[in-house]
């Protein structure tokens, strides 16, 4: 076992001092070194999206990057999506679809969907971004209806 | 406020990911605990090597099952039996089986140092077949029969010999005998593999001992039984034992009675420290699962089609410790007649001990295990008889007023109506498969489930100063939506704004008793307790207006949230009636209790209190080159009574969809001599967005002349599977007698079909 040593990361617009072992992923500091819970291990292997953060606008599993890696990316979690009390579109309409149950997937969906709405028009694909996660409880229909609806407002502002 | 959907109370926490789960609970000073697992299925445990492991930096304890000998704690814990131990004592009955525990300062110190415990073990042979369990020669996991638990009204225990943990028999009209009446009898063998909840968020608990009381953090669906078997072990009052469920991410009954709480409690009184346990989703696939099932269905039936005679032997795997396989076995066995009249009836359903890991409650309760083998046989006597499977079905389903195999009468009856709801999926037709290779089948299953009877809920409404409302209740929110639909109900009964409603959720310091959140239960008994406890409330309301007002009682009148002199205009508002009350809050008690059981030689009584019916429609393509199965086209019917919240009730049977179709098509825990060998989601295969029909209907059907709430959490569950097996027999002429029906298997049977 390594020592942890200090690390500067960019969280949520902030840069913050925190403490790494070679071993930590960057979800074991995001959520013990800064509290940021809304990643979440599932499976440890990248492949239920429970721990999907935006990596410079990109998303990607924080289960399967080394933190001590991370110190040049700029890092996005849930919790950084808000701004003044007010939740990103993307939230908000997982709020109007109700496109929860449990919850406990629900941040990594919005984080890829966040992602994927950053991309050109024409590289948007509502499947991809959503293949990458899993949801025991099954609102597919309801995080779906909330993806149609982003595309489309999306669309319209493009228009407008 | 009833019949609406609502705003999820706290829906900006749960898109922002600030939900209070288990998991981000860590007092100062928490000790993190890494268990170290037998990796043998049976054996003696001749030593365990904990030295080095002690010195690892960071440790502060290792515990062994030695440890817990002489310290003045019982050591086993289990709701119906207590037979499993915290950590293994002298023996170890299956791969997984904890054996010892590392605390440390860190979880990855814990682990390392766990790495560096060595176990010696003298091992025993092992058997993992439920029929080799039951061989004469096979060795015995449970010597003597253990110490029994509190356990539940409706539990029957019987049948306990050799490795026959538990029996459920039914004998309903003239049984085996029967089978005179019929032409023709139908016999096939059904199976069901193991299969895990894969709840997202792993089972997870933090224990403080402080001020000797012991406090629980836990996302359990059961809190007081967890309070209860965490007070036997330490011999302590249920008064000094607190338990806390946040949050839940995610149950399906794999939460149901204590898990990890004791090791977490045990730690906890040891060091004196805060101990917080979190498994690995490798470490959940040894935790509990649903039980691998083997039913043999005997069917009766006349020339013309009508059952006449029924026997349902089944064995259910219950693993090394009998967690609720009592229960499960019985629900299970009574549950695998079907929804039919069927005059004469013969269960015997056991639960049996192997070398594996505890099966336990899971969705759909044993009755997804039954449904398969009986929906199944339904379009095989319909195949063998020249019948349409659907006018089978009707020409047998059970109507109002008909009595069920348990002897009792059943009301509310609409088993016709969502099967022919559902079936309405085929009004219309899809464009036809674009290849020949594609082939099309449709098929259909109907079922029955019961709810668990006699049971218990209680809940306390609280009306405060500034006539706000509180309803304390120990139901569990793990994503049903069980607290937004109990503020409606309680707003309803109120005639109060929903948004002046909060659920406080289960703390056993504050909230009242109930049974578990299981079952599909809450919003039906719970909902029941919060209407009791509201009448009270309004009672009190009105007696104490009364008095301010100077009026008898029955001169004021409660309505839209204010309480006024009948036919006046002035009004008190809640607030100001509490206010003048002088008690600071005014408070009541709601409870409801069902009555039930079943007389343990014949089955006979009463099994539930209202019975849950549901059916699905279901439209298959099966591409015969690979095996593959698509299933396309959905349609699913609950009988739903008095629809809380459509939104929330709509997801639910989503949910069991999702549930049904991922056990129908890909999912089994793949044992290899005991170890399992698909241990994470990469090898364990869930179904996700893609799969699911592209054309997915759901239907709540209503009964308008009740008021009466109808659980529908699990209902539309057992009849997937089923429905698809017939969907692919219609399309391929294939017939899968073994769940799950992967390519592989489609492709296995038609080579030898």
Redesign the interface.
């Known amino acids: ?1 390594i020592e942890r040593s200090e690390l500067r990361l960019r969280v949520n617009g902030t840069w913050q001092e925190v403490r790494a ?1 070679p ?2 992923t960057l979800l ?1 500091v995001l959520r013990r070194e800064l ?6 291990e ?4 990248g ?2 999206g ?1 721990c999907t953060v935006s990596r410079d606008g990109k998303a990607i599993s924080s289960c399967l990057v080394l933190a001590l890696a991370a110190g040049e990316w700029s890092i996005t ?3 950084g ?2 701004q003044a009390g007010q ?1 990103h579109p993307v ?2 309409a ?2 109007d679809a ?1 496109a ?8 990594g969906f ?1 984080m890829s969907l966040v992602a994927m709405l950053a991309e050109p028009p024409e590289q948007r694909s509502v ?1 991809a971004a ?2 990458g ?12 209806e909330a993806a149609r609806q982003l595309m489309a407002d999306h669309d319209m502002n493009q228009e407008g | 406020m009833i019949g609406k959907s609502a705003q999820v109370s706290d829906a900006f926490e749960r898109v922002t990911g600030r939900l209070g789960y288990v998991l981000n609970h860590e007092p100062p000073g928490t000790l993190h605990l890494a268990l170290v697992r037998s990796d043998v299925p049976h054996a003696e445990i001749r030593s365990v090597s904990t030295a080095v492991a002690q010195r690892c930096r960071g440790v502060v304890v290792v515990l062994t099952g030695e440890d817990l000998k002489g310290i003045g704690i019982r050591p086993r814990f289990g709701p119906v039996y207590r037979d499993q131990p915290v950590l293994a004592i002298d023996r170890v009955r299956y791969v997984g089986e904890p054996v010892a525990v590392v605390a440390a300062t860190d979880a990855r110190l814990a682990r390392a140092a766990a790495a560096e415990i060595e176990v010696e073990y003298d091992e025993l042979p092992a058997v993992f077949d439920p029929k080799d369990a039951l061989a004469a020669d096979a060795i015995i996991l449970h010597e003597q029969s253990d110490e029994r638990g509190p356990s539940f009204a409706d539990i029957i225990l019987q049948g306990r010999t050799g490795n026959v943990c538990n029996m459920f028999t039914l004998r309903h009209g003239e049984g085996l005998d029967g089978f005179r009446y019929a032409d023709r009898i139908f016999e096939n063998e059904f199976a069901t593999p193991p299969v895990q909840h894969v709840s997202m968020e792993p089972h997870a608990a933090v224990a403080v001992f402080e001020s000797n009381r012991l406090t629980v953090t836990t996302c359990t669906q059961t809190p007081y039984a967890v309070r209860d078997a965490l007070a036997h072990m330490f011999d302590m009052p249920a008064s000094r034992v607190r338990v806390i469920v946040p949050p839940v991410g995610g149950g399906f009954g794999g939460k149901t009675y204590a898990k990890v709480e004791p090791v977490a409690a045990l730690v906890a009184r040891y060091t004196g420290r805060p101990a917080k346990i979190v498994l690995s989703r490798e470490e959940e696939f040894v935790t509990n699962s649903k039980h691998q099932s083997i039913i043999r269905l005997r069917t009766g039936v006349t020339a013309d089609g009508l059952l006449v005679a029924r026997q349902v032997d089944a064995l259910f795997n219950a693993g090394a410790y009998t967690d609720i396989s009592p229960r499960l076995i019985k629900n299970g066995g009574y549950g695998a007649i079907g929804p039919y009249r069927i005059p004469h009836v013969h269960v015997d359903s056991r639960a049996i001990f192997t070398n594996l890991p505890s099966s336990g409650a899971f969705r759909g309760y044993g009755v997804a295990q039954g449904a398969w083998a009986y929906e199944s046989q339904m379009d095989i006597i319909a195949a063998g008889l020249g019948l349409d499977p659907v006018d089978l079905r009707r020409r047998n389903l059970l109507r109002e007023g008909d009595s069920f195999a348990t002897g009792e009468a059943l009301h509310d009856v609409h088993f016709r109506e969502v099967f022919d709801d559902a079936l309405s999926l085929f009004d219309t037709d899809a464009a036809p498969p674009e290849h020949d290779y594609i082939k099309r089948g449709r098929g259909c299953a109907v079922i029955i489930k019961s709810t668990i009877t006699p049971s218990t809920s209680n809940a306390t409404m609280k009306v405060n100063v500034d006539g706000s409302v509180q309803v304390l209740t120990s139901t569990v929110e793990m994503g049903q939506g069980s607290h937004t639909a109990l503020a409606q109900i309680a707003a309803e009964a109120l005639g109060i704004p929903y948004s002046e409603l909060q659920v406080v959720g289960p703390d056993t310091d504050v909230t009242p008793y109930d049974l578990t959140t299981s079952s599909s239960r809450s919003t039906a008994a719970m909902g029941a307790a919060v209407r009791e406890a509201a009448a009270q409330v309004r009672q009190q309301l009105v007696s104490h207006a009364a008095k301010q007002l100077k009026i008898d009682p029955d001169d004021v009148e409660m309505r839209d949230g204010v309480l006024r002199q009948r036919g006046t205009e002035g009004t008190l508002s809640l607030g100001q009636v509490v206010s003048g009350s002088k008690l600071g809050t005014l408070t009541a008690t709601g409870s409801y209790v069902s009555e039930g059981g079943l007389d343990a030689a014949t089955g006979q009584g009463i099994a539930s209190d209202h019975w849950h019916q549901g059916a699905v429609a279901a439209e298959v393509d099966v591409d015969i080159r690979t095996g593959k199965v698509m299933v396309n086209r959905l349609r699913a019917c609950v009988y739903a009574g008095n629809v809380v919240n459509p939104v929330n009730a709509r997801m639910q049977i989503v949910g069991s969809i999702a549930f049904g179709l991922s056990q129908a098509l890909f999912e089994q825990i793949i044992y290899d001599n005991g170890h399992v060998a698909n241990q994470n989601l990469s090898e364990y295969a869930l179904a996700g967005w893609v799969d699911m029909p592209a054309d997915l209907q759901i239907s709540l059907l209503e009964n308008p002349a009740t008021t009466a709430i109808h659980g529908l959490g699990e209902t539309c569950l057992p009849p997937v599977s089923p429905a698809i097996a017939n969907a692919i027999a219609d399309a391929t002429g294939i017939r899968c007698l073994q769940l799950p029906m992967t390519a592989e298997r489609i492709i296995d049977l038609a080579a030898s079909q």
């Open positions: 076992m072992t071993q930590d074991d509290g940021l819970f809304s990643c979440r599932t499976c440890g292997i492949l239920c429970a979690t849930a919790e999506l808000v939740l939230q908000q997982f709020v109700q929860f149950q449990c919850s406990f997937c629900t941040p919005v499947a959503l293949s996660h899993l949801c025991r409880c099954g609102s597919y229909g309801q995080i779906a």
